[in-house]
Structures are given as C-alpha cells and as structure tokens.
C-alpha cells in the first residue's frame, strides 16, 4: 500500500527537477564543471581510466513533450586538439542511440559493466568515427527522434532514451559530451529534460587550481539506508567531500593507480529524495595531468543509483541546524 505514494513522490521530484540554465541538458552538466566524458578504445591499458571501454547515459522527456529532438556529441571522433593518444591514433568509436521497450527497464541496461542485453531496445541510430578533422571540436547531430519512440517510464513520469559509446578498436582516448536539443545545428533545452548515468566516467580539469573544482550528484532514493560509493583510478588526485543539506563535508577515500576502492556511507533521513553532491579537488602541491577516473554508487540491496546531469531537487546546500538555548 505504500508503493504508489512513493512513485508519485518521485515522479513529482522528477518533473519539478527544470534545468535552471540554458544549457542544463548537455552532459557534463554545467553544475557539474566536468570538462569531459572518456571512453578508450578496447585495446588500452586501464591504467589510462577506464575499466570497461563502454559508457552509456540515459536521457528522460516529459511525457507531454511531443516535439521532434536531437541528440548531439561533441567532439565524436577521435584525434586531433581534445582526445588523448596513446602513440599514434587508430581508435575507434560506435555511438548508438535506443529506444523502444526495455531500453531502460531491462535490468542489464542499468548495470555497470558492458555485459549481457546491455544495448536492450530497439537501435535507432548508430554510427562509427574514427579521427576526423572535419569533426574535431564541432558537434555531430542524431535525430529527429520522436519521444513516442522511448520507452514510457511512470516512476520518471517520461520516455526514456539510452546513448551507448563503445571503444571498439584501438587505445586511444575519446573525450567528448553530449546535449540534447530542440535543435539539429544548436543545443536548445527540453523544459523537464534531464540525463543521468549509472557509472560515470570522466575527465577531471588539467589544472590545480583551487577554484577548479567538479561535482557529479547521486540521487538518494526513498528506502536507502547506506551507499557504497567505488570510485577506480583517481592517482591519489586530491580530496573527495560529499556534501548534502546534513553534511557541510565528509571525505571519502579516492583510489590509486588501476585500483578500485570503496567505502561505506550512512544516509541520513533529511538526504532520501535528493541529491548528494560529491565534489573532487585537485591536488594542489603537485599538478596530476590528464587524470580520468570512473565513479559508481549503489545502496544497501546493491541497486546502482544514478547520477543525474541537473541535480534531482537543485544542487544540494548544507543547513546546519540552529540549536536554541534557554536564557538563564
């Protein structure tokens, strides 16, 4: 009997979660102050950052959004100014976008790693770039898509479209982002829209400088107890601070060379149906170039918990609690 309240209450979070920029819908978010997505092609070393060679985000539309829209990448080739060779450039990348049933709520879609019906759904486009310098810094358009094409979700009150990058060939590093757009040649938002992932790879900014810093934001859904937060070649780059309306900063540990680590979080009742905003600084004594790093999070059951582009409930701000003292 308690169920429906707490897909309604979601749902509502969920549709009043407006981006409150212009440009909310790109990915990295611009809350986020992420300068990069990176996906390797399947022959590099996971020392480089990458464990798995594959990334896949997930956008979400209003249900009573019917328009036309695009999903657009920028920098989708690899080679040239942005991407990261390794010797000489001969990677290759596969973006392909799905809709349709199970595109999202086949569980192996939601997972971590790219294994089983991970590209569940119906394909609607893909495509291969390999270098290309007519690409190089620009964006390249999928689309028009019609929303009626994803896959219906009621718990997000919206359709649901997923986006995989696969490093088919190669060991070079691809870095990218993506947007999503009313538009096929500009990134003009959805209102409502937002995109998410369940294991965030990324580039973290090539300068230590304190103002410097990136946010990527779990969001704690009703019946969380705790999270294990595991976060996979971060070089002892810094210091990681989550913060939440209850927590003005509590560090966990960040992994080393090629490792994995872990650690545990209690999650507080006044943090469930928001955002946690986990923030990295970098090293400020010496500067860790080219640092790529992958984070996940998941709760007590061990369900993977998502990282949202726009933060679910705004960007969260620590509230210390007043304490009244009697006057004596």
């Known amino acids: 009997m308690r169920v429906i309240p707490i897909i309604l209450s979601l749902s509502l979070v969920l549709s009043l979660a407006v981006p409150s920029r212009v440009n909310a819908q790109e990915v990295p978010g611009p809350d986020e102050n992420v300068p990069f997505l990176i996906t390797f092609g399947l022959r590099a070393e996971t020392s480089w950052g990458d464990d798995d060679f594959s990334q896949t985000f997930f956008f979400t539309l209003p249900k009573d959004y019917k328009d036309p829209f695009y999903i657009r990448i920028y920098d989708p080739d690899i080679g040239g ?44 486009a893909t495509r291969a770039f390999g270098i290309d ?3 190089d810094e620009r964006w390249f358009t999928f689309g028009p898509f019609n929303p009626a094409d994803g896959e219906y979700y009621p718990k997000f009150s919206g359709n649901v479209f997923k986006i995989i990058c696969d490093g088919v060939t190669g060991d070079d590093g691809n870095l990218y982002r993506y947007a999503l757009s009313r538009r ?78 872990e650690a545990r979080m209690p999650i507080l009742e ?54 009244v003292v009697p006057k004596r």
Not at 296 to 321: C, D, H, M, W
């Open 81 to 124: 100014k942005t991407d990261e060779l390794n010797n000489f450039w001969d990677t290759r990348m596969v973006y392909s976008v799905y809709g349709g049933k199970g595109c999202y709520t086949d569980p192996e879609a939601k997972g971590i790693d790219p294994v089983g019906n991970y590209k569940s759904g119906i394909m609607l």
């Open 133 to 135: 310098s007519r690409l």
């Open 184 to 261: 096929p040649d500009t990134n003009v938002p959805i209102e409502g829209a937002n995109a998410f992932t369940y294991e965030y790879t990324f580039r973290m900014w090539n300068n230590n400088d304190t103002s410097f810093v990136s946010h990527i934001y779990p969001f704690i859904d009703s019946g969380c107890v705790y999270i294990r937060q595991r976060n996979f070649d971060w070089d002892n780059d810094g210091e990681f601070i989550v913060v939440s309306v209850e927590r003005k900063g509590q560090s966990l540990p960040l992994s080393g060379e090629d490792t994995w680590i």
């Open 270 to 323: 006044a943090e469930i149906g928001k955002s946690l905003d986990f923030r990295f600084y970098k090293r400020s004594d010496e500067l860790v170039k080219n640092n790529n790093v992958v984070m996940t999070v998941e709760n007590q059951y061990g369900e993977n918990l998502q990282f949202f582009s726009a933060p679910i409930g705004g960007v969260p701000v620590y509230k210390p609690r007043i304490k």
